[in-house]
């Protein structure tokens, strides 16, 4: 429009706001007067009561400008995910919500003695023993790590594979002794989280009896029907494609007793990528615990009070590196997870020979005493959030059949029994709950004993 030619728009006026993100916003409004008359008064009238409403627009424009629009997805604490819609709080809600992600947030990053920059962006704080999470625990205040424990009887800690270590130990730093390295946790990694509440936390239905209908798939090995005192395996690491924020790909050992109801109770360990929990595509090592079937209880790694680490050289939550790739070099983690005979807590060991920390018993109802049930595999999450099956990979991403260097595998399967013995296990059982997306297939031989390789690509022609 040509404003020269149009000098009618020169007499509007024009109210200029500076919204509170973005540029300044100018407004036109146009101001409609009334007809003349032949009574004064009336005429009077008539412009008093348009400056009246045209202040009062004025007014409501200046006062809309004022609402703060806040577009970051800040989890609610209802448990709904947030997926990148703006969102209108007011100010008041706004900073309660980040009061209570900064609280948490001082609560579990501990102040360092050390801190080291890792090649893929995390911090790992190196924070004195007694001052790391677990002993915020009502149990454990004042109290100090306890020392090693006998290890199971047929322990080798000799690798026949290539092992894998952690990036941020790479450059050859390392946390000083009397300290354990902790993955330093910002407030955009709760900021991706579905709620403040369920932060650090498994869902609800991740159990492998109660995976039929739900969006938790597996592939797995297991062994029941006993009594059971930890677990062993060595596990292929890879780095799996992760189709949805709000899915993960994990490879681990479940330690399990209790009913599959609230009760049920667990210990988890091995590697996963989690792009909610940790931003990114990087396999980690993690942990896991629960005593009520994973809704009130437990946490990945030092998200809460519970695990007791005791080790200065490995950071739970730090990505793993190398990692296998398809027909070429192959790496391996070693978990180790078992009763301590003497004091009952429920250690993990990390590779050969790296105690990393313990369990206390306490936290436990069933597994204070035993495990009923141990379980090998992958994990994946399936959201649907296409309308389809997810591409999210298990594995190396390719069909237990294709065997060493491109299907991904556990090897030297190994149970623990009532004397801190190591024995090979009996009995096992296979179960795939989705096969045409992700299957398994075990082995016997005399160098990986009890072996099985497993995995898939997810959505496929037989997977829709």
């Known amino acids: 429009m ?45 412009a008093s009561s348009s400056a009246i409403i045209f202040l009062f627009v004025a007014f409501l424009l200046v006062a809309s400008s004022l609402s703060p629009v806040l577009s970051l997805p800040i989890p609610s604490d209802s448990g709904q995910h947030r997926r990148g819609v703006n969102q209108t709080f007011y100010p008041g ?4 919500k ?22 893929d962006g995390d911090v790992i704080d190196c924070v004195l023993s007694h001052l790391q999470p677990a002993f915020d625990h009502p149990k454990l205040r004042g109290q100090k790590p306890l020392d090693p424990p006998e290890r199971p009887k047929g322990h080798d800690a000799i690798n026949t594979m290539e092992e894998t270590s952690q990036l941020w130990s790479n450059s050859g730093e390392s946390c000083p002794e009397g300290t354990v390295p902790i993955r330093r946790m910002a407030e955009k ?4 989280a579905s709620s403040i509440k369920r932060f650090g936390r498994k869902s609800t239905r991740n159990v492998r009896r109660d995976s039929t209908g739900s969006d938790h798939e597996h592939a797995v090995v297991f062994v029941n029907g006993d009594q059971y005192y930890g677990a062993k395996a060595s596990i292929n690491v890879w ?15 479940w330690i399990i007793s209790g009913s599959f109801g609230n ?59 190398p990692r296998s790739s398809y027909n070429r070099k192959q790496f391996d983690i070693g978990i180790m997870v078992w009763k301590d005979p003497k004091h009952g807590h429920w250690w993990l060991e990390y590779g050969s020979g790296l105690l990393v920390g313990y369990w206390p018993s306490f936290l436990f109802s069933h597994l204070g005493n035993h495990a009923n049930m141990i379980q090998f595999g992958g994990e994946i999450v399936n959201t649907r959030s296409t309308g389809f099956h997810t591409s999210t990979q298990m594995g190396s991403g390719h069909f237990s059949e294709e065997g060493f260097g491109k299907a991904s595998y556990f090897r030297n399967l190994q149970v623990v029994d009532w004397d801190n013995s ?18 398994i297939k ?19 022609v037989k997977c829709p």
């Open 2 to 46: 040509d404003l020269r030619r149009d000098t009618k728009l020169w007499n509007k006026p024009c109210w200029c706001v500076h919204h509170t993100i973005g540029q300044a916003q100018c407004t036109q409004i146009q101001t409609i007067f009334p007809q003349e008359t032949t009574t004064l008064q009336h005429s009077s009238k008539m």
């Open 93 to 96: 809600l706004q900073l309660q």
């Open 98 to 119: 980040l009061k209570r992600v900064r609280a948490y947030f001082r609560k579990i990053n501990k102040p360092a003695v050390k801190s080291i920059q890792s090649p």
């Open 189 to 192: 990694d709760i900021l991706r």
């Open 239 to 253: 780095a799996p494609h992760v189709a949805d924020q709000y899915e993960f790909s994990l490879s681990q050992i």
């Open 263 to 321: 009760d049920l109770n667990t210990i988890e360990a091995g590697w996963q990528v989690s792009p909610e929990l940790y931003g990114d595509n990087y396999p980690r090592f993690f942990t896991y615990w629960t005593t009520d079937a994973y809704q009130a209880t437990g946490c990945y790694n030092l998200l809460c009070s519970g695990f007791v680490q005791t080790n200065n050289k490995i950071a739970i939550g730090a990505a793993i590196s």
């Open 422 to 439: 190591l024995l090979p296990l009996q009995n096992l059982h296979l179960l795939a709950d989705h096969p045409n997306c992700y299957d």
């Open 442 to 460: 075990q082995g016997i031989n005399n160098v990986w004993g009890t072996y099985f390789y497993y995995g898939g690509p997810g959505r496929n």
